[in-house]
């Protein structure tokens, strides 16, 4: 599962000039709906399913020591391609991101599927996140151009609950193909799922494109780009050479922070890295919540695998109650009269998915059930819902309507930044405390180091977690301007 889908700072909603009436589901619209909405179940699925064959998949391949750096590699493409999808879509239009994107997102499906080596996989996860930053950013340009305002609203709900499903059936389907069929089958069989929402889509979505007007668009931004470009590689040089962990490695970490740090001080708020008072802090938050989520929740299945011998549907399923929790905690911000607890909340929130992660590294002791992993992962999901829909929700209360774009693509860049680096945190820290070692997790058996490994992780994105609970605070602003 991943955050809330990523709004392009770069676009802005184009307003349709008429509402002929209906709904998202009437003669007009239908088409379009189910085509935009398959795609973003199928990306949902995979983003599940990846969880659950993940652990067999880095044990056959023999590359456990990689495993972190096959998520952060997605997320690390991910950071580039938003801001380039925003800007094509701005130039062009979204038709030729959306398509390219999807066509990316197939082919870096193969890639990780046919992969000889971890190498390959990780590689193919990377074209996956190219593909997937393109394909979210133009559909959401899609829907501010396709739909008038008042059904805009419904299309969004229908993104969330397009995540709910997945969440549900991803591991079970999952985990039945990886052990019946094998992992590969896993990423293989899903560009023939996109074929369908394409087919569904495509003629719908050239009529939307043709009532329009003709962009004659808007240049790029190269300064955004490079530094969206020079974040990505900065990110990817610090993941190697965390990876080397020898003196020759610290030519490329250097390097990487060199180029990293300049790019996010230049894509987010001034403020941001210093937690200023409101609109900055609320920015650091969501990086700091997603990070902190994700980078524990990747390693559960690969833990519940090795450590106490589940089944690759059974290791996946205990992420089942966070995707729905994810939604009750979701619903229940948005409740009448839950604004004044809006500081409340995040910081509940935080708290929340700390004590889950905390909770989730109990199973590692083995007079813990297994079960308790799932319990705790569902109080995380409850904590997200309630933490990263407030932080949106804060992050247009402080935006004014000329900057609600920009600040959107802010939040977006932090989230991409948190998974980032405290994904290949993680990774860094499994391969230094010897999780590499862990013997071929399809086995179910674990190395003499992972208990260890899989310890100092969680207490690390508890730690994460706790402190994004310290600095909730400091949303709020103070002074004559709050």
């Given at each position: 599962m991943t955050t809330a889908s990523p709004v392009s700072a770069d676009t802005a909603p184009v307003p349709v000039p008429t509402d002929p009436g209906g709904g998202v589901m009437g003669d007009r619209f239908r088409a379009l709906t189910l085509g935009i909405v398959s795609v973003v179940l199928v990306i949902a699925f995979e983003a599940t399913a990846v969880n659950t064959a993940m652990p067999v998949a880095a044990g056959e391949l023999d590359g456990i020591g990689l495993y972190a750096f096959a998520f952060s590699g997605y997320f690390t493409t991910t950071l580039f391609a938003l801001v380039v999808s925003g800007q094509w879509c701005d130039r062009s239009g979204p038709l030729q991101p959306l398509f390219t994107g999807i066509a990316v997102f197939g082919a870096g499906l193969l890639v990780a599927g046919a992969a000889p080596g971890m190498w390959i996989f990780v590689g193919g996860r990377a074209l996956q996140g190219l593909g997937g930053g393109l394909v979210i950013v133009a559909l959401y340009v899609v829907v501010g151009r396709a739909y008038p305002e008042r059904l805009r609203p419904s299309v969004f709900a229908a993104f969330s609950a397009a995540w709910v499903l997945p969440s549900i059936v991803g591991p079970l389907v999952a985990g039945a193909v990886t052990q019946h069929l094998g992992w590969r089958w896993v990423f293989l069989a899903v560009p023939v799922l996109i074929l369908l929402p394409l087919a569904v889509m495509g003629p719908a979505l050239r009529r939307a494109e043709k009532a329009r007007p003709v962009l004659r668009g808007a240049a790029f931004d190269r300064r955004r780009t490079g530094l969206a470009?020079?974040?990505?590689?900065?990110?990817?040089?610090?993941?190697?050479?965390?990876?080397?962990?020898?003196?020759?490695?610290?030519?490329?970490?250097?390097?990487?922070?060199?180029?990293?740090?300049?790019?996010?001080?230049?894509?987010?708020?001034?403020?941001?890295?210093?937690?200023?008072?409101?609109?900055?802090?609320?920015?650091?938050?969501?990086?700091?919540?997603?990070?902190?989520?994700?980078?524990?929740?990747?390693?559960?299945?690969?833990?519940?695998?090795?450590?106490?011998?589940?089944?690759?549907?059974?290791?996946?399923?205990?992420?089942?109650?966070?995707?729905?929790?994810?939604?009750?905690?979701?619903?229940?911000?948005?409740?009448?009269?839950?604004?004044?607890?809006?500081?409340?909340?995040?910081?509940?929130?935080?708290?929340?998915?700390?004590?889950?992660?905390?909770?989730?590294?109990?199973?590692?002791?083995?007079?813990?059930?297994?079960?308790?992993?799932?319990?705790?992962?569902?109080?995380?999901?409850?904590?997200?819902?309630?933490?990263?829909?407030?932080?949106?929700?804060?992050?247009?209360?402080?935006?004014?309507?000329?900057?609600?774009?920009?600040?959107?693509?802010?939040?977006?860049?932090?989230?991409?930044?948190?998974?980032?680096?405290?994904?290949?945190?993680?990774?860094?820290?499994?391969?230094?405390?010897?999780?590499?070692?862990?013997?071929?997790?399809?086995?179910?058996?674990?190395?003499?180091?992972?208990?260890?490994?899989?310890?100092?992780i969680f207490l690390t994105m508890t730690g994460v977690a706790l402190l994004g609970a310290v600095v909730s605070g400091r949303v709020r602003r103070t002074g004559p301007t709050a």
């Open positions: 470009a020079m974040a990505a590689l900065g990110a990817g040089l610090l993941q190697y050479a965390g990876q080397r962990l020898d003196l020759p490695g610290l030519l490329p970490a250097v390097a990487g922070a060199a180029l990293l740090l300049p790019a996010v001080l230049g894509l987010l708020p001034t403020g941001t890295l210093r937690a200023g008072r409101g609109l900055p802090t609320v920015i650091l938050l969501r990086g700091v919540a997603a990070g902190a989520f994700f980078a524990a929740e990747a390693f559960i299945p690969l833990m519940m695998r090795t450590e106490r011998g589940l089944s690759p549907t059974l290791a996946g399923l205990t992420l089942t109650s966070g995707g729905l929790a994810w939604a009750l905690g979701s619903w229940i911000q948005g409740r009448p009269g839950a604004e004044r607890y809006r500081v409340a909340m995040i910081r509940s929130g935080f708290t929340l998915t700390a004590v889950a992660i905390a909770g989730a590294a109990l199973v590692l002791v083995p007079a813990v059930p297994a079960w308790v992993a799932a319990v705790a992962w569902g109080f995380g999901g409850i904590g997200m819902g309630l933490a990263v829909a407030s932080i949106s929700v804060l992050m247009m209360n402080l935006s004014t309507p000329e900057d609600a774009g920009a600040n959107s693509a802010s939040l977006q860049v932090s989230d991409a930044l948190g998974n980032v680096l405290l994904m290949g945190l993680a990774g860094v820290l499994f391969g230094a405390l010897g999780g590499g070692s862990v013997a071929a997790a399809h086995d179910g058996a674990a190395g003499a180091g992972s208990t260890g490994a899989f310890a100092v």
